[in-house]
């Protein structure tokens, strides 16, 4: 299977591509820094949001930029078979199993900051403990869509994150 890459910013900039299958190429310095407030352009709060996450991240880990740029990286290439694991355990009515597979992918979104998909896991989770209609908009099956389709937004992000090398101390 050939995958092709889409260049974001700079066609000359390695840090900015991004393969279309949803994985990052792993970019040089890509785990931004608070340091520098000033938005590059196109850069949404969101971004910003993220990067400031990695940046405390970072100083949780002692200075280990690259582990958290690594940690973003495999979050994006694991992201695809966590949600349809998620997704078939939600559809099969393995409770147990969805809330193992939401609390990965809420405690993984907590880390990287994206507060939207840590938002509606955690709902989903939730509406699991509190049974309603399959159809009902608070069944966990119904939550569950809306979990992959900000998971499918997370993913943007942290791409755009780890394409913004301009944001690391390095």
Do not use: N, Y
């Not at 190429?25 to 931004?32: D, G, H, I, N, S």
Request: aromatic share 2%.
């Amino acid at each position: 299977m050939t995958t092709s890459t889409e260049t974001r910013g700079s066609d000359s900039d390695p840090a900015a591509q991004v393969t279309d299958d949803g994985t990052a190429a792993v970019p040089r310095a890509a785990v931004p820094s608070v340091r520098e407030q000033t938005d590059p352009p196109g850069t949404t709060a969101e971004v910003v949001a993220v990067a400031r996450a990695w940046h405390e991240l970072v100083a949780e880990l002692d200075g280990d930029e690259r582990a958290v740029e690594r940690f973003a990286t495999i979050w994006l290439q694991l992201l695809p078979r966590r949600l349809a694991a998620c997704r078939r355990a939600l559809v099969s009515g393995e409770d147990d199993a969805a809330r193992v597979r939401l609390l990965t992918l809420h405690s993984s979104a907590v880390m990287l900051g994206l507060d939207r998909l840590a938002e509606v896991t955690w709902r989903c989770q939730s509406a699991l403990d509190q049974p309603t209609a399959a159809d009902d908009d608070r069944s966990a099956r119904c939550q569950g869509r809306e979990v992959i389709a900000e998971a499918q937004s997370a993913a943007g992000l942290v791409r755009a994150a780890l394409g913004h090398a301009r944001w690391s101390k390095r």
